[in-house]
């Protein structure tokens, strides 16, 4: 069937899919009508009367047709002078040309058993298409789309006719209705299909002028005197507003052609008063014996053109019989008397001349009307012959069952809900498969091949498509391959069953099949090729059928020969169109099965979101009548079948099927949580299919276990890596051995390629013993696993780098696939196999001591550090899970290092996770020598040769506080934690803000009175003070050093919370508050009053009580007070109102309220005195749980974690705890030194405690704060602290020429260090145990020490000094005391170290170390001439006016630099030169940290140290030294150059120098200056000299600095005291040392400089985890 519509012409798709418009018909609406009755032109330019049929607007007032016929003059003559003037123009082309249709007689729709022919002929200007479709629309083809779909017409073949009737053109014609009949007449002779069923009866259908049309036809079969047959068959006729006797309208077409000269005989024919219509009519009605016919008239009127409506076609001209067949009046009416036609029946249609042929929907009235018209007519033509037929079939159809082995139509009966598989219908491919053109040439079978995941729906839609092609009347037969039944899985039985099939619909296939079966006494159905042979390629594909017959084919995965369906199909060319609907699972030899194929076989998956939607739309129809409580309990009950479904259909219906039977919340329950009772039987069926492949069972085994153990799916790259380590087999196509060895239980995502179970049943039974043989020990299953990721990660290829210069190439690890998933889940598998000692520790053992690091870089390459906590926690439960007795000392040893490795991971997370997160690689060389000298990783990887090198006394093992900073400020009594800070506030009144991580101090606010109360708003840009009468509000980067507002209190403040715009506060007297937090201004005052829980007898007196505690809801929505006795009160706080107590049966004191910080949860803890806990529902009050101490003491502080999981806790005793807030579980506990005063909080990432103890600053990072998943544990974890109470360190310093480093303390003692092994010795102790500030050593061996008192005692050092442990004790030189003000600020020797320079606030004084004198002094007046900062600093020897060189000092004083003589001090050596430098605006300048010169560059680098609103900061500068030729100098002198310092602008390098270390000198690798960075990494930047000036950065621009060792947060908390140094090379080995200070300690890293990582200055600075 086949249609050439003009390009142009809307009989198109959308692109998207369409719907069938045989389907789509029955649903249009009558919308359509206004769409195509409005939109089609003329045909020519100009107005003009629309065509008669197809171009008139419908009027439905009724008008007098003679008054309109009277009126047409002048419409005649203006359309004739407008038409004439148009023929000089081109005509334009009409929109509508495209959908007329072709000309011929073509068929709409060949019934598969056709018994009768139905021919549609249009009429003047119509079309075979155009008349009989309303609009564009192709849906409203009737004849084509909704006919076939009717009852009545199922043997009906349907035909069109279409003839060239447009008036409208501008091309001549010769043909008149005689000639159009004679041409019909001719195609119903000929036609193939006609031929062929030569005895089939024909109706013939007309409108308008095709009524004559056919009367012409009919008249030219009476007149065929060699055959006879045609006019037999004619049986019947329907006319639809046949002007049997012409129309006006016809005559004024006829004169306006006669006038625009265009000749068009036909409009004669239907003119009014036509002879040659009255010629037909009388040649007709000789031909009407034994023939029906029906004729429809119109009964409303049309409007035409400009003219006022008329009736086309009255009736008296539309029914054949009306009049007589007499002489005609010039009205051209019969004169004489109605009489009628034999079987001429009549009846009115309420439509127009235009509508009465095409209809809105298949429920228009007019539509029913015909069409019942015309079945009835059918049905008593065919009346005799279906009996017949039928009769005929039914014996044939016997034989036919007993040839053929009694494969009957198989049932289908399924489930389904309506809506589902839809979207079928609307895919572009599907459509193209169902509505292909039916191309003259034979073809091969279309195939459309479904494929999906088993339970997925396939069978589902196999049914829908089954019932879709049954509804659009097209041939179907269908087969569905049943699981576990031998005798429906073969490729026979279902060529027999569609054979069978096809016999039912087409007597053709019947006629063929009998036939054969008279050939061929038997079928052998064991020889598929025989039964093909015999059956289909000898028989049914060669039979004429016309029409598309469709084949379904459900479960072709259940035939064991399923490829030899696709062998047989390949070499075969129906006569007919054969479109194949296949489903299966995913099968492996796809691909190769549909080459020879070609295009016409197409593959679809089914979409993962169809099947989604198709589950829903089943699970809504499913559970409409299940007894829920409510229709929102069922959209949830829905809502959870379905995430539970994963896609499986079949798991989707079984429950549905089950819950039909549960009356209980609990057994609706129970049925979600176990595998559905038909479930079981379809897995076991599934491996009974599984287990038939003997050859490749251990594959299929590995790859169940594979499948069911992994964390995660599983990519099926990464399968098969993995299977090649477990099996040592390789795969040349994973995908196809998934889906043929076991695709009935594995999947494989089209779209992400990942493996998975086909529904998480499926876990549930292989791990039961209904899986028999397949069953699965998941314990044995995770050692397999966990073997072959150990066997990865042990690789050759993935061995750590040797020597750390290696790192720096390229060692992007090779493309293994399953590496990612071996990183990531190594642990988890080894927790999975927690039994499996005697197999994984060997392999655990090795691999921790050998590539343990490389596979904890992989994990911080993902940039998150969860995975080092994760499997430190996996490691503890795979060590918890070891019998140690029943292991031997080998195996205990291996059990020692897995459990420290297991503490390991989680402390490299906490304590080096920044670093590991910016520099992975760190993990090789840096990291390990700076853990505790008693772990694994320090053992194993600390000493690497290669290695950085840390000489400390050193941690045994890792701390729980890692980080104590100690303050001088006085006792806290307040401590609040924002998002990058912490504020700590005493009660001095002060408020010291520190940032965090870093701990460095931020600022420091001045208030009156003791603090009591603190809180920092969310954006931290707030700081809210309390204190006993005040309340105030601080803006953190105001440059002022007053408060935003502040206002006085009647009572203090129990809490306080926050808005964006507001603040609220709870106070002492039981009021509420709210204060705009810009202004201050009261926004709202309440009372809220003590409510008793029984409340006094009536006219007794109720007293008020004062709350103790308070506490506001993170969505301040509730507010809970808290008394000394009786239970807490809720309230609404937006409403003041009173709603329900928290109580419980113990009566105790409340001294903490802590509302849960998460907004999510609803949670009210309470503590109580006696360290009692109680968690609240805080709607209800209702008590949740409550958990009592092992002993009565008292909390000191509660805090909880920011995302609420978790709060802190501190006794009085000083034990420190850590909670789990669903269950009061104690997860970690600590003992610490009691404190007068502990306040905790929670640093905003969770991760940190902050704990102040009295004057320290506590930092806590316990690994369980950084889990993610707690699983509780029967005892908390004891954590370890080691007291700092002790002796401190206070200064160093560092020898000039040897490796030795100094140290003074704050009791008095000098200790020394050898820089190269890290051993200390103490070398003087002070008597008085007085607190030294200041120490300097000479190279001659002098040092200097000065104390808090302003002393200064000079030693002497034995100069064969090589090792702190030949240190002879100290030779007292001399003393003195300096006796001015200020502590002593600087002590420096001059590079000989002869002299030494003190220097204070006041003065600066030069001691001869020989003469033990002062030779030298320069003092400032504290009358406004002191200082304010200053640095001292030795100078490369300068030569002299007399040509010798001399020492100098060099001095920055504010803002000025000078330099003096050392033998002639204080004499400067030349002029000042101003430092043009600013610090932040309005900071005041406290102190120069360091100024280091580097003569050959001519680079100076200052460090000051500045203070804004107690914020101390730090800032580098970077001067340049300018040096100008003079050319004014006196006549016979040198010309001294003109120099000055200029001040360079490298902003990005000095956004990165946290502090200035020194500058190296190395004639080989280049001078570097060396800092510490804002990421607690020693950097450095070269300097390259110049001539006249130095360049930072080398050659090139300053673009990039070099990262080489990370610094332990512990190492630098104590930096603002004692700052770290360099100290340059002592041994000749090219190795710079850095020293730090660790409180107690000091801390020497060598080589640390030779490790190197660019990075850009200009980098975006990330926040790193941990």
């Not at 028989?539 to 084919?553: E, H, R, T």
């Not at 002593?1384 to 320079?1397: H, K, M, N, R, T």
């Not at 804002?1574 to 950065?1593: D, E, F, Q, Y």
Request: aromatic fraction near 8%.
């Amino acid at each position: 069937m086949s249609y050439r519509y003009n390009s142009s012409g809307p009989d198109r798709y959308p692109t998207e899919g369409r719907s069938h418009p045989q389907l789509a018909g029955a649903n249009s609406n009558a919308s359509r009508s206004g769409l195509s009755s409005t939109t089609e032109p003329p045909a020519v330019n100009g107005p003009g009367p629309h065509d008669v049929e197809a171009n008139a607007t419908t009027n439905t007032s009724a008008a007098n047709s003679n008054a309109s016929i009277s009126a047409s003059s002048s419409f005649f003559r203006r359309w004739t002078s407008d038409r004439l003037a148009s023929r000089q123009k081109p005509a334009e082309i009409d929109p509508e040309e495209g959908i007329h249709g072709e000309l011929g007689l073509h068929p709409l729709h060949i019934s598969s058993d056709s018994l009768i022919d139905l021919v549609f002929v249009h009429g003047l200007k119509g079309g075979s298409v155009k008349t009989w479709r309303k609009g564009t629309d192709p849906q409203c083809f009737w004849p084509k789309y909704w006919l076939p779909c009717e009852s009545g017409f199922e043997n009906a073949s349907i035909h069109s006719f279409g003839y060239d009737s447009n008036w409208g053109t501008t091309r001549q014609s010769i043909l008149n209705v005689q000639d159009f009949g004679h041409a019909l007449f001719e195609e119903l002779r000929t036609n193939k299909h006609l031929r062929e069923h030569f005895e089939s009866p024909i109706i013939l259908i007309g409108h308008s002028m095709g009524g004559l049309v056919i009367k012409k036809a009919l008249i030219s079969a009476h007149r065929d005197e060699k055959d006879q047959a045609l006019r037999k068959r004619i049986r019947s006729i329907v006319f639809l507003a046949t002007p049997h006797r012409g129309s006006n309208l016809g005559s004024i077409l006829k004169n306006i052609m006669a006038v625009s000269r265009i000749p068009k005989p036909f409009l004669a024919d239907v003119a009014s008063k036509s002879l040659s219509a009255q010629h037909i009519n009388d040649q007709f009605t000789r031909c009407i014996d034994g023939l029906s016919i029906m004729s429809f008239y119109e009964t409303l009127p049309m409007s035409v053109g400009g003219l006022s409506s008329v009736m086309v076609v009255d009736k008296a001209s539309a029914i054949l019989g009306a009049f007589l067949s007499q002489p005609v009046s010039q009205s051209g009416h019969h004169t004489k008397g109605i009489t009628g036609i034999k079987g001429e029946r009549s009846s009115l249609m309420n439509a127009n001349h235009r509508d009465i042929c095409k209809f809105d929907n298949r429920e228009d009235p007019n539509y029913i009307k015909v069409r019942d018209a015309m079945s009835a007519e059918i049905a008593v033509i065919l009346h005799d012959v279906v009996l017949s037929k039928r009769e005929e079939a039914r014996s044939q159809l016997a034989a036919l069952r007993g040839f053929l082995g009694s494969h009957p139509q198989p049932d289908y009966s399924y489930d389904r809900a309506h809506g589902t598989c839809i979207w079928i219908e609307k895919r572009q491919d599907f459509c193209d498969w169902r509505d292909a053109p039916d191309l003259a040439t034979a073809q091969r079978p279309s195939i459309y091949w479904i494929t999906a995941n088993p339970g997925s729906g396939k069978t589902l839609l196999a049914t829908h498509v089954i019932s879709h092609l049954q509804q659009l009347k097209l041939t179907c037969s269908y087969y569905h391959f049943q699981s576990g039944q031998t005798e429906s899985q073969t490729i026979s039985g279902c060529l027999r069953s569609i054979a069978y099939q096809m016999a039912q619909s087409h007597a053709a296939v019947r006629q063929v099949l009998i036939r054969s079966q008279q050939d061929n006494t038997s079928l052998d159905f064991d020889d598929i090729r025989g039964v093909w042979a015999n059956l289909y390629k000898r028989g049914i594909l060669q039979v004429k059928i016309s029409s598309p017959q469709y084949w379904v084919i459900d479960a072709l995965d259940e035939c064991p020969k399923y490829n030899e369906l696709f062998t047989l199909l390949s070499n075969e060319v129906p006569t007919f169109p054969l479109r194949i609907f296949l489903t299966s699972r995913k099968v492996g030899d796809l691909q190769r099965m549909s080459q020879p194929l070609g295009p016409s076989l197409v593959s679809v998956e089914i979409p993962t979101h169809n099947t989604l939607e198709d589950i829903e739309t089943y699970l809504k129809d499913g559970l409409a009548e299940l007894p829920v409580g409510s229709e929102n309990e069922r959209m949830e009950l829905t809502g959870t079948i379905l995430s539970k479904a994963g896609g499986s259909f079949l798991w989707a219906r079984l429950v549905v099927d089950e819950l039909q039977g549960a009356w209980t919340d609990q057994s609706i329950k129970d049925i979600l949580e176990r595998i559905p009772v038909g479930m079981v039987p379809y897995y076991q069926r599934a491996i009974d299919k599984i287990a038939q492949n003997q050859r490749d069972m251990p594959v299929v085994k590995s790859m169940l276990v594979w499948t069911l153990t992994v964390a995660r799916p599983l990519h099926m790259d990464e399968l098969a890596h993995a299977l090649e380590l477990d099996l040592q087999k390789t795969f040349p196509s994973i995908s196809t051995a998934v889906e043929g060895l076991c695709g009935q239980l594995v999947m494989i995502d089209k779209n992400t390629g990942l493996v998975n179970l086909i529904h998480t049943t499926g876990r549930e039974f292989l791990l039961s013993d209904s899986a028999r043989d397949f069953k699965v020990d998941a314990v044995s299953a995770h050692e397999r696993v966990g073997l072959a990721c150990l066997r990865l990660l042990q690789s050759k290829e993935l061995a750590p780098p040797p020597h750390q210069r290696l790192i720096r190439a390229d060692r992007d690890a090779p493309q293994l696939p399953f590496l990612g998933y071996a990183t990531e889940y190594l642990s988890d598998h080894l927790s999975g196999a927690r039994s499996s000692a005697h197999i994984l520790l060997p392999q655990l053992g090795s691999f921790f001591k050998s590539h343990a690091l490389t596979w904890i870089e992989r994990m911080c390459q993902q940039g998150d550090l969860d995975g080092l906590i994760r499997s430190g926690k996996n490691l503890g439960d795979f060590v918890d899970a070891q019998e140690i007795g029943s292991l031997v000392m080998s195996q205990r040893m291996q059990v020692r290092v897995v459990a420290d490795w297991s503490v390991t991971l989680g402390r490299l997370a906490v304590q080096f996770g920044s670093a590991l997160l910016r520099s992975p690689s760190s993990i090789y060389f840096i990291i390990p020598p700076l853990c505790p000298k008693g772990t694994e990783i320090y053992k194993s990887f600390g000493k690497s040769p290669g290695g950085l090198i840390v000489s400390a006394d050193g941690n045994e093992d890792w701390e729980d506080c890692f980080a104590t900073v100690t303050s001088e400020a006085g006792p806290p009594s307040a401590v609040a934690c924002g998002e990058a800070n912490i504020a700590v506030g005493r009660l001095s009144g002060s408020i010291e803000v520190v940032q965090y991580p870093s701990l460095q101090p931020e600022l420091t606010l001045k208030t009156d009175l003791p603090v009591q109360m603190l809180h920092i708003t969310l954006d931290g840009r707030h700081i809210a003070v309390g204190s006993h009468k005040f309340l105030s509000v601080w803006a953190r980067n105001s440059e002022s050093e007053e408060p935003l507002w502040k206002a006085r209190l009647r009572s203090p403040c129990l809490t306080l919370a926050s808005s964006s715009t507001e603040l609220f506060g709870i106070t002492a007297n039981g009021r509420a508050w709210t204060w705009d937090l810009l202004t201050g201004k009261v926004l709202e005052e309440q009372k809220l009053s003590y409510k008793p829980f029984n409340p006094p007898p009536e006219g007794d007196l109720l007293l008020d009580r004062a709350p103790t505690c308070a506490s506001l809801s993170p969505d301040r929505q509730i507010l809970a007070l808290g008394y000394s006795s009786g239970p807490v009160c809720l309230w609404g706080f937006d409403q003041k109102e009173f709603i329900d107590w928290a109580t419980e049966s113990k009566d105790a004191p409340c001294e903490h309220l802590l509302f849960n910080p998460n907004p999510d949860s609803s949670f009210l803890l309470v503590g109580y005195s006696g360290s009692r806990l109680s968690l609240f529902d805080s709607w209800s009050g209702e008590l949740i749980c409550t958990r009592s101490p092992d002993e009565d003491t008292r909390f000191e502080s509660i805090a909880w974690s920011p995302n609420g999981k978790l709060f802190a806790t501190v006794d009085v005793s000083g034990c420190l705890r850590v909670w789990e807030s669903d269950t009061l579980a104690t997860l970690y506990q600590v003992q610490t030194p009691p404190a007068a005063f502990r306040r905790l909080g929670f640093t905003s990432d969770g991760r940190t405690i902050i704990d102040i103890a009295d004057s320290d600053l506590r930092v806590w990072s316990p690994t369980v704060l950084v889990r993610k998943n707690r699983d509780l544990v029967a005892s908390p974890i004891n954590g370890h602290y080691r007291d700092l109470s002790g002796s401190r360190i206070t200064v160093i310093c560092a020898h000039p020429i040897r490796a030795v480093v100094f140290a003074g303390t704050n009791d008095g003692k000098v200790l020394v260090y050898d820089a190269e092994n890290g051993q200390r010795r103490e070398v003087h102790v002070d008597p008085r145990r007085i607190y030294i500030t200041e120490l300097a050593i000479s190279p001659v061996g002098a040092l200097a020490v000065g104390d808090v008192n302003r002393d200064v005692r000079v030693y002497q050092l034995d100069n064969k000094l090589i090792a702190p442990v030949e240190v002879k004790p100290l030779q007292f030189l001399f003393q003195f005391n300096i006796d001015y003000p200020g502590l002593i600020a600087q002590l420096l020797f001059d590079p000989s170290g002869d002299y030494l320079l003190v220097s204070t606030a006041g003065s600066d004084s030069l001691y001869s170390i020989s003469k033990a004198s002062c030779v030298g002094f320069i003092e400032y007046p504290d009358t406004g001439g002191e200082r304010r900062v200053w640095k001292w600093f030795n100078v490369p020897k300068k030569k002299g006016k007399d040509g010798n060189k001399a020492n100098q000092f060099g001095l920055v004083a504010d803002g000025q630099l000078q330099f003096y003589s050392v033998e002639n001090f204080p004499t400067q050596t030349g002029e000042s030169f101003p430092l043009d430098y600013t610090v932040e605006d309005r900071s005041v300048e406290k102190k120069i940290n360091i100024v280091t010169l580097h003569e050959q560059s001519g680079i100076m680098v200052l460090e000051i140290c500045h203070k804004l609103r107690g914020s101390t900061k730090s800032v580098t500068l970077f001067f340049q030294r300018q040096v100008i030729a003079n050319t004014t100098a006196p006549e016979g002198e040198s010309p001294a150059p003109n120099i000055s310092w200029l001040l360079l602008g490298e902003a990005n390098l000095q956004s990165k120098v946290s502090h200035v270390l020194g500058i190296v000198y190395d004639h080989i690798r280049g001078d570097r200056l060396v800092f510490l960075d804002n990421h607690s990494w020693v950097s450095s930047v070269p300097i390259t000299p110049t001539r006249n000036k130095g360049a930072l950065g080398g050659e090139k621009s300053l673009k990039e600095y070099k990262q080489h060792f990370y610094t332990p947060g512990e190492y630098l908390s104590y930096s603002q005291k004692v700052p770290p140094m360099l100290m340059p090379d002592r041994t000749g080995q090219g190795t710079t040392v850095v020293v730090f200070c660790r409180r107690e300690d000091v801390v020497i890293i060598r080589w640390g400089l030779k490790f190197e990582e660019v990075r850009e200055l200009d980098e975006r600075d990330k926040i790193a985890g941990g």
